[in-house]
């Protein structure tokens, strides 16, 4: 039995397709697959307390992403940033830092705090940005970069120079999820008197539009926009655990993936006093759990390595969906990503099943939103939606110019699963 204690990251690499067909070895080796993050860090914290020949080496555990690391500082979290659902009367100007750090380019990252320091309880910058660069002798381009990571890692509005600008910003926001029309944009940006008059028609005249649909965008100003940055609940799943997968942006611009492996979570095989091994009995019972410790390095490691694989094949190819949204979503399917990676689809679906990211802007999403067939579809259907009355005749027809040839009873499916009715109606 060797005494030595195991590097970090036992190194295990997966590279023949072979390799993960379902034999029973390898079922065996990927019994952590299908373990969230949450599971899988309550099944090495036991064995850690279970097995005397499992340790964490010297260090600490960064709040932010949960990596253990030696260093007074985490390597890619500057300071603490947690992954849970925040209050949303809360500005979170005190993580915003830290969550743009992660988006923006290394060679800007110093400029972070001098923009931060300049925002105001609002969420607005106290100056123009080429006025903020000149008194900081910074250079511009790393001033625009700096602004264009705080917007991206922090709430709708943040960084912007004046309320209406922020105000602009959300209006562009309500267009962009299909809860408002694209007109709504052009109201916020010249008509917010009329507004706070309650002039309908006037207004209604000078857009062309139905008093009816001026009224009701009054009433979504008035309830959804607010002059000031904050972080609004998002519907669906909260994700308050740590990721299983953390997606960053590099300096050169492209996306990079890491997945918590055994050097992950600082995991080493215990060093064995010479004098302990020198009992027979001692190195016997020590021997059954060496042996223990070893298979959970290797399966932590396998988990990793299958997810690793996985979920970079699913980031290159939808790189345009990180920039550009759902309209920029490649249709991508399980029994794709099996066949391109030589992995049986089984594997695939243990991969995603359950699994969040944590996206280069900072957001934690469920890493099955990167497949699907129709995410960019459906994108269009909301948008053509939110700019008026549409049938499915002609959604059908606005898709094809488009470049999506769809069915129209397909459209007709897609309509209700967005909740917008026959005509364009969304469902209240």
């Known amino acids: ?16 397709r072979a390799e993960l067909q379902l034999r029973p070895g390898v079922l065996q080796s990927l019994r952590l697959l299908p373990l969230g993050s949450d599971a899988l860090r309550e099944t090495v914290e036991q064995a850690l307390i279970d097995n005397p020949m499992l340790e964490r080496s010297p260090g600490t555990t960064c709040p932010g ?24 009367a809360v500005t979170p100007f005190d993580n915003l830092e830290a969550a743009a750090a992660c988006e923006i380019r290394s060679d ?80 916020v940006r010249n008509d917010l008197e009329a507004v706070a008059a309650n002039d309908v028609d006037t207004v209604a005249q000078k857009l062309c539009i139905s008093p009816a649909e001026v009224g009701e965008a009054f009433c979504l100003v008035r309830e959804r926009l607010r002059p000031v940055a904050v972080v609004e609940i998002p519907e669906g799943p909260e994700f308050t655990a740590f990721p299983d997968v953390f997606v960053y942006r590099a300096a050169d611009g492209h996306v990079e993936v890491e997945v918590p492996d055994s050097g992950w979570f600082g995991l080493a095989l215990a060093e064995v006093q010479p004098a302990v091994l020198a009992d027979a009995y001692a190195s016997a019972w020590l021997a059954g759990h060496e042996r223990e410790a070893r298979e959970l390095l290797r399966q932590v490691d396998t988990r990793a390595s ?56 900072g957001r934690i999403a469920a890493l099955a939103d990167l497949l699907g067939g129709a995410v960019a579809i459906k994108a269009r259907i909301a948008e053509l939606a939110a700019a008026g009355r549409v049938s499915d005749a002609r959604l059908c027809r606005a898709l094809a110019d488009s470049g999506y040839v769809v069915a129209r009873r397909t459209v007709a499916k897609y309509r209700a699963e967005l909740g917008i009715e026959a005509g364009g109606l969304r469902r209240s």
């Open 108 to 187: 800007c990252r110093s400029a972070l705090p001098v923009l931060i320091a300049h925002l105001t309880g609002r969420g607005l910058l106290d100056a123009e940005p080429d006025r903020i660069a000149a008194a900081h002798d910074l250079p511009a381009d790393v001033v625009v970069e700096a602004v264009r990571a705080i917007k991206a890692a922090g709430p709708v509005g943040v960084a912007e120079t004046s309320v209406r600008d922020l105000l602009v910003a959300q209006a562009h926001e309500l267009v962009a999820t299909g809860v408002a029309a694209p007109w709504i944009v052009e109201l």
């Open 65 to 88: 992403c949960g990596r253990h690391h030696r260093s007074s500082t985490c390597p890619r979290c500057p300071s603490v940033l947690r992954y849970a659902v925040q209050d949303p």
């Open 306 to 361: 299958v997810l690793r694989r996985v979920a970079t094949y699913l980031v290159d190819r939808q790189a345009g969906y990180f920039d550009g949204g759902p309209a920029a979503h490649v249709p991508l399917t399980r029994t794709d990503v099996a066949r391109a990676l030589g992995l049986h689809p089984s594997t695939v679906s243990r991969c995603v099943r359950g699994k969040t990211m944590r996206r280069p802007d």
């Open 1 to 16: 039995m060797g005494k030595g204690a195991a590097g970090p990251g036992v190194g295990l690499q997966l590279g023949a």
